[in-house]
């Protein structure tokens, strides 16, 4: 009674407008403001704890407002959400008696961690800008009562596990139990579910500060690992034995708690594995001679442990998911980078070799193989009752719905305010009703004879047949129909809010599943990466001014032209392998389980999804745009790994279900010729569609087809004449201008970036003179569109950036187009392609100043744009005296060549003069 009547003096308190933030003064750096807070936080009453703990839960750390906060600065009048002593006694009210009290805690911790806490990647585990005092209370402070409250609450749940089986023995015995309003068993499931609740949120802060505060991660204890997999164990014991059940609204509309505690478990112990070198090699190994009791598993007992699973129905995608990216994070430490080891594996580590590697083409495979087959353009969806579109489609329904009432309530309040302003008497309004009711009575006694003979002829029965006159009269106040369909709606159908909020849940879930599907086989795919990074650590170069341009040696030069022509070149299909043992067979289970083939149709479907919502005339929200573009740009960046990889699918003949399912009007003979055609009719596949739309769907198909130009050179002989008009025109559209006031402008820029790219990989083999001089004037078309027009200038920082992006790539394709021996120098003076180079290198130098200057940290961009300025100054140097060489030829010959006469100062004079010429009767 006492709980009980507790409680609902606890939803009082819930109801009022966040006290503890609302009685005090908002005047910076306050301390009797927060001493206040803190003071409430730690009071003795549970009641007061919890209204404040909700108060901070919806104002300071509101997922919302954390964001807000962490693109613009708070002011200095706000509750800092990172001050180190409300941290500190949040994390102690991680360990308060209360459970709610400590499920709140949990949540603004979490929300905290996720949308707030600042990611650390130096060595001391500090920035510039950063409070050490935030960070010593996440790692020392939080990290250590955040392991107590996850062991506790694991202890608390295996109990009440075992007092749950043996309630349920108990119901399940032949002697009759009398009828009770609250049975032991729901008693027992709600203290449960509460437990799960508290433990969910407590995993999603620790899986946070995981991935968030490597120092965090260096203070963990060793038996983390192992209390994360008892976490997961007991969560599917629970899933399988069906400990705790819901209702049907609730298996509808809620995810079960014990779910998403598993898929926090398995994405810290994700976290923590990945590319945690130190941790791993603490791992016991199989033969370390440990007592059962230990609390530490062996390699190959959690390599076990994780295929199971993986391979569990049961859970959610996610987790099974995670369970597959930690058995890849052991692989990569244990199997890819020792592969580059000198020397011979023991039996123990060759044993864990071969357990990991047949995990991943056993387990992992045929996991991620099961998750790409959804089809989001189908209506409704097998594995889950629910389609994206159906989805999208409810969203919106849904979306509509409370616009409308939203409308209604507005409507209604602007109506009791305007009579409330009227001051009019009750009496008269009871005259006013009384005559608007007769009007009404008047009016319908002509409509009921018209209706009942109607009704008559048609064999029908009036409704109201048998109501007398005083009953009709006390209708005519309250509309019968809108509350009775009130009513009905209200015992059939749920809160529209609630429903939304379910639908975006799985939503989210989806797509998430998706894009942590797709990362897992980018990085399957992406082969050694060490030597990249050590590569690109030699290229970086020191910039010191602009007008330096004599910084670099030759060497330098020489190695920044090798690593370029090695970027454009391609590698040939039948070249020496470069992948390892264990990557080939990874890439031959990938064939075998045709998941090239399945990604492909996977990346076709989601590129055709917003234009048939279009199509049906659906509005898209804002939020499935970004999903699904993000979803796009992850899967191009998967296929791509997939294309520069050694699959057999490339080489192999192309099946004849995948060539239906992706070209059929083409005649395909390998996977790499399908690839290119299925891209090419995705091309136009939103022709129709809005600007932005069709943008994102270029981006990500040319993205791809950049890959595979660069890496196989015999698909630049499918490059036809239709599909090379098709990207000139993607080149030279007005789409971007079609676009400024839209957010995906970006996605227009790289597409143009990706054509440009294409382009100039295409002109470095054999090629025509006719497409070189068409590339050549597409690309100094671009240099043109980039200089202002008289009296004009880039309205923004933004709009000068976009312009030194398409300005760098153009300079890059043109100077590998023409700097080599062989260039086609007839295109390039009709081109005038040196004074363009001229003409709009300072405006180039320029724009990148004022775009380093807008920002206040360093931007890796900007060093790539001065490398190009700075080649460009060079290959302008290079040609000029390369022409006064060609000079001296002439000279040599005995033909007098118009400059070989003059001096420098002139001929240079004479130069430009020519330039000018040759410009202006190009435009003629």
Request: with cysteine.
């Amino acid at each position: 009674m006492g709980k009980q009547s507790k409680r609902k003096r606890q939803k009082g308190l819930r109801n009022r407008p966040s006290p503890s933030l609302a009685q005090h003064d908002t005047s910076p750096h306050n301390p009797s403001k927060e001493n206040a807070i803190l003071a409430k936080i730690r009071h003795g009453d549970p009641r007061v704890r919890h209204a404040a703990l909700v108060a901070l839960s919806s104002t300071v750390y509101d997922s919302s407002s954390l964001s807000r906060r962490r693109v613009a600065k708070a002011s200095s009048s706000e509750i800092a959400a990172s001050d180190p002593a409300l941290l500190r006694a949040l994390s102690e009210r991680l360990l308060d008696p209360d459970i709610p009290c400590a499920i709140i805690a949990a949540g603004c911790l979490s929300n905290h961690v996720s949308f707030s806490a600042p990611q650390f990647s130096d060595e001391d585990g500090k920035k510039a800008g950063t409070d050490g005092d935030e960070l010593e209370v996440l790692s020392q402070v939080m990290m250590p009562i955040l392991m107590q409250r996850i062991q506790l609450t694991h202890e608390t749940c295996v109990t009440l596990g075992k007092r749950l089986l043996e309630a349920k023995s108990q119901t399940l015995s032949p002697a009759p139990v009398a009828a009770k309003k609250s049975s032991p068993i729901d008693k027992i499931s709600a203290s449960a579910i509460e437990q799960w609740n508290l433990q969910s949120l407590s995993l999603q802060t620790l899986a946070g500060l995981i991935e968030n505060s490597p120092l965090a991660v260096k203070r963990m204890s060793d038996s983390t690992l192992s209390l994360l997999l008892k976490v997961i164990n007991c969560s599917v014991e629970c899933i399988n034995r069906q400990l705790v059940s819901f209702t049907k609204e609730e298996g509808q509309h809620k995810t079960s708690p014990i779910l998403e505690a598993a898929s926090s478990a398995a994405r810290a112990l994700h976290s923590l594995l990945d590319e945690n070198v130190q941790i791993i090699s603490n791992i016991p190994k199989v033969s370390a001679s440990a007592p059962s009791s230990a609390e530490a598993p062996t390699i190959i007992a959690l390599v076990h442990e994780l295929a199971e699973l993986a391979a569990n129905g049961k859970m959610t995608n996610t987790t099974r998911l995670h369970a597959c990216g930690a058995i890849l994070s052991l692989r990569k430490v244990l199997v890819v980078d020792r592969e580059n080891v000198p020397g011979n594996l023991n039996a123990e580590d060759e044993q864990i070799c071969n357990v990991l590697q047949s995990c991943s083409t056993d387990v992992v495979i045929p996991t991620l193989h099961s998750l790409f087959s959804v089809n989001p353009n189908a209506n409704n969806d097998a594995a889950d009752g629910a389609s994206p579109k159906a989805l999208v489609h409810r969203m919106i329904q849904l979306s509509q719905i409370l616009s409308s009432q939203k409308q209604d309530e507005a409507m209604e309040s602007a109506i009791v305010q305007e009579i409330n302003a009227r001051k009019e008497p009750a009496r008269l309004i009871a005259r006013r009703q009384k005559e608007m009711k007769k009007a009404k009575e008047e009016g319908k006694e002509g409509r009921d004879e018209n209706v009942t003979k109607s009704t008559q002829e048609d064999g029908m029965e009036m409704e109201d047949e048998n109501k007398t006159p005083k009953e009709d009269c006390a209708t005519m106040v309250v509309e019968d129909d809108t509350s009775r369909d009130n009513d009905n709606n209200n015992d059939e159908t749920a809160d529209p809010k609630d429903e939304l909020d379910a639908v975006l849940y799985s939503w989210r879930e989806l797509c998430g599943s998706h894009k942590l599907a797709l990362e897992l086989m980018a990085n399957l795919c992406s082969g050694p990466g060490d030597e990249d990074d050590e590569d690109e650590e030699d290229m970086k170069m020191n910039y010191g001014d602009e007008d330096n341009e004599y910084m670099w040696d030759s060497d330098d030069e020489a190695k920044l032209m090798d690593a370029t022509t090695g970027s454009s070149a391609a590698m040939p299909l039948g070249a020496k392998s470069s992948a390892s043992p264990m990557d080939r067979c990874i890439y031959t289970s990938i064939a075998s389980h045709q998941l090239a083939e399945q990604m492909l149709l996977f990346f076709k479907n989601w590129i055709l999804f917003l234009p048939s919502l279009l199509s049906e005339g659906q509005q898209c929200p804002e939020l499935v745009v970004e999903d699904v573009e993000e979803l796009l740009s992850t899967c191009a960046l998967c296929i791509g790994n997939m294309i520069a990889c050694e699959i057999p699918t490339w080489t192999s003949p192309a099946l004849k279900e995948a060539t239906s399912a992706l070209c059929p009007s083409a005649i395909v003979h390998n996977g790499a010729e399908l690839v290119w055609w299925n891209l090419v009719s995705l091309l136009t596949a939103a022709e129709h569609a809005p600007c932005n739309i069709r943008n994102i769907v270029l981006c990500h198909v040319s993205s791809v087809m950049l890959s595979l130009l660069r890496h196989h050179t015999n698909s630049r002989t499918l490059l036809d004449a239709p599909t090379l008009d098709v990207l000139f025109v993607l080149l030279t559209s007005d789409s971007a201008k079609k676009v400024q006031e839209n957010k995906n402008i970006d996605s227009s820029i790289r597409m143009q970036c990706n054509v440009i790219a294409m382009l100039g990989v295409l002109c470095s083999g054999p090629h025509s003179a006719v497409v070189n001089a068409r590339v050549c004037a597409a690309l100094t078309e671009k240099l043109r569109s980039a200089l202002p027009s008289s009296g004009q200038s880039h309205n923004s920082i933004e709009s000068l950036k976009q312009t030194v992006i398409l300005l760098n790539e153009s300079y890059n394709v043109l100077m590998d187009l023409y700097g080599g021996d062989d260039a086609n120098d007839d295109v390039f003076q009709q081109q005038d392609v040196l004074g363009h180079f001229t003409r709009t290198l300072p405006e180039f130098k320029r724009s990148i100043k004022k775009v380093s200057s807008s920002t206040e940290k360093h931007d890796e961009d900007v060093d790539v744009w001065n490398e190009t300025a700075l080649n460009v100054s060079r290959f302008i140097r290079f040609k000029r005296e390369g022409r006064t060489l060609h000079n001296a030829d002439y000279l040599s010959s005995g033909v007098i060549h118009p400059y070989c006469s003059l001096t420098q100062e002139e001929n240079l004079l004479q130069f430009k003069e020519d330039v000018t010429l040759v410009a202006m009767s190009s435009i003629a």
